[in-house]
């Protein structure tokens, strides 16, 4: 409660040794909640990251307003970003131990969020990665490169250009998962990096996608979950008129399709598209 200055002194003026008078807030200012207003609905998806995984905001932003993401990360590894990294980042003890830590909330279902640690086994390795996530107990799972699988089906798109922040040889990886799923690449173009991916900034893969844009590409995907893509996804798309996805959206895309909901955004052509069985 405001209280107004301090006591009235007989002799003028306010005595600091009067206690203060309190000032009742006008009606307009009170908001009451009745006491039988309803709960919001929350349901709830697991999310795991890599160790150095920056962007939990960028994940949020896809998220509908009735859904948390209960997000828990990848032991550390003390290597860069390579294929080394990948493969560590995708065994099976520590990806199930994550499984498991994120069960206690009771997700309706769990995202797998790294793209070069679900495809640098190929199409057997994600596989594998997602009936180990099963098998710990997730109720639905997906991983980052299957999403990216299911999005192009659903775009109707089986021929694209590629831009990633990687090093040629997980580039390479993920030119040669695409290849096992039937997927032509046009172009690609990387960034090769080491370390330190979530700095990249909206120009420079903006930059990118327009070098690796060709005519023939039916859609160009940017991968990696660690690089900021939600404000230019939609600019891009209009400005080369295709679809222009990106690994942290497609991870979004598919596991809240898999808790039965929608992921949220606007002018972004996959997520404006209604999945099969979601409302």
Not at 43 to 52: E, L, N
Not at 83 to 112: C, F, H, N, T, W
Not at 232 to 246: D, F, H, N, W, Y
Request: with cysteine; net charge negative.
């Amino acid at each position: 409660m405001r209280t107004e200055g301090n006591g009235p002194n007989p002799a003028g003026g306010f005595d600091p040794m009067t206690p203060a008078v309190p000032v009742q807030p006008a009606a307009s200012e009170v908001v009451e909640l009745s006491a039988s207003t309803a709960t919001p609905r929350q349901a709830g998806v697991g999310v795991i990251a890599p160790y150095d995984f920056a962007l939990d905001r960028e994940l949020w932003r896809w998220a509908p307003d009735d859904v948390s993401l209960f997000i828990t990360r990848l032991p550390y590894v003390r290597v860069p970003v390579t294929v080394d990294q990948a493969a560590a980042l995708s065994k099976g003890k520590r990806v199930g131990k994550a499984v498991r830590e994120l069960m206690a909330p009771e997700p309706l279902a769990i995202g797998y969020a790294c793209a070069s640690g679900s495809f640098v086994h190929g199409l057997r390795g994600e596989r594998t990665l997602r009936r180990t996530m099963l098998d710990a107990g997730a109720p639905e799972a997906v991983t980052t490169s299957g999403a990216l699988i299911g999005a192009l089906e659903t775009l109707g798109t089986d021929r694209i250009a590629v831009v990633t922040p990687y090093v040629d040889s997980v580039t390479d990886r993920l030119l040669a998962y695409l290849a096992e799923h039937g997927v032509g690449v046009t172009s690609s173009v990387g960034l090769g990096l080491l370390s330190h991916i979530w700095r990249v900034t909206y120009s420079e893969v903006a930059h990118a996608v327009h070098e690796a844009d060709r005519p023939d590409a039916q859609a160009i995907f940017i991968s990696c979950t660690n690089v900021l893509t939600y404000d230019i996804l939609a600019p891009l798309e209009r400005e080369l008129g295709k679809p222009v996805i990106a690994a942290n959206q497609v991870t979004m895309w598919a596991v809240m399709r898999a808790a039965g909901h929608r992921a949220v955004a606007h002018g972004q052509s996959l997520i404006g598209m209604a999945p099969t069985g979601v409302a």
